[in-house]
């Protein structure tokens, strides 16, 4: 039997540092979305082994990969003997800010449970997920969520919507713990505090399509990551200024970057950015927003075969 299933991307509409926790990690208040740029994930059962296999270089296929400690997670958790061969085409850039590990992972277990015939109860799934990687909850739902704690406790909201992204990376690696441990003292040097909720209010932001009284999602775009990044790597600002430019809304760094997200009016307009980028070299991608209902399809039909 072979599944293959989507690993979709996320971006950050809002990302707010609440502060310092006590276990090192830090305070979050982020919106999250999934959008549909995706990874081709395909699961082969194996009598025991866990194998990975992935064209693009820069993900390791041994043990640390994420989505190989999501299936050690799933079969100790559920007692099992099973194994996979997971084979990888990676579209999400590395590195980037798009969660594409933290995907592979959410998906992994998803999928595997489908594959190996076990059935977790959520609550169980969400925790084993957690523990993989502060993103990983997220993409078990999917959609539009608030994300608190360390950004793993998500809570589902109504989906906002935007079809004319653009995303762009200069192919520049972030370590996020690297950017975590860079921010301004600031935001750090305090128990978490309760600020404005920033990204409640963007969470009601209309919908770019809807309802015409409500504030478009681009008044609402921040993240407190996003200064220490870029005074690391100019070249961010100045895709920001390009973006710009060539009249994005709303350009924001997604996550810990380096990946820059710009919303534009039409197709048009995202279209003219593309040519006006072409020179650059910088890889770009035309992208939009995907809603919990659509991510939650496409897992569930996942081209079975065999
Ligand atoms: O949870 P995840 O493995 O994605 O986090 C990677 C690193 O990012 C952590 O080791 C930590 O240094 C940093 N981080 C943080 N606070 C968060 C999430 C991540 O400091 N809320």
Request: aromatic share 6%; proline share 5%; charged share 20%.
């Amino acid at each position: 039997m072979r599944l293959t299933i989507p690993s979709f991307a996320k971006i950050n509409w809002t990302l707010e540092i609440l502060g310092k926790r006590p276990d090192g990690y830090h305070e979050l208040r982020t919106l999250l979305q999934t959008i549909d740029l995706a990874d081709r994930l395909s699961y082969t059962r194996l009598e025991r082994d866990i194998e990975i296999v992935c064209d693009n270089p820069d993900v390791p296929i041994d043990e640390t990969n994420i989505a190989y400690r999501a299936a050690v997670s799933l079969r100790d958790f559920s007692g099992l003997k099973c194994g996979v061969r997971l084979t990888i085409e990676k579209r999400i850039p590395v590195a980037g800010g798009l969660g594409g590990g933290s995907s592979n992972a959410a998906v992994t277990l998803i999928a595997l449970q489908k594959l190996w015939n076990v059935q977790l109860r959520l609550i169980d799934l969400f925790r084993l997920g957690s523990k993989l990687g502060s993103d990983v909850p997220f993409f078990i739902s999917g959609g539009t969520c608030l994300g608190v704690g360390r950004g793993n406790e998500v809570y589902p909201l109504a989906d906002l919507a935007a079809d004319f992204l653009l995303l762009v990376n200069p192919g520049i690696k972030v370590e996020t713990a690297g950017a975590y441990a860079n921010l301004p003292p600031e935001l750090t040097n305090h128990a978490p505090v309760d600020k404005m909720p920033f990204s409640l209010e963007a969470s009601q932001a209309g919908l770019l399509s809807g309802s015409g009284r409500s504030e478009p999602i681009w008044n609402r775009m921040h993240n407190d990551l996003e200064l220490p990044v870029l005074a690391r790597y100019p070249l961010l600002g100045e895709i920001k200024e390009r973006l710009k430019q060539a009249g994005a809304r709303g350009i924001l760094m997604s996550g810990s970057g380096s990946t820059i997200f710009a919303i534009f009016e039409s197709e048009q307009g995202r279209h003219s950015a593309l040519e006006n980028l072409s020179e650059t070299g910088w890889w770009c991608a035309p992208s939009r927003t995907l809603s919990r209902k659509e991510c939650q399809e496409a897992y569930r039909s996942n081209g079975m075969e065999g």
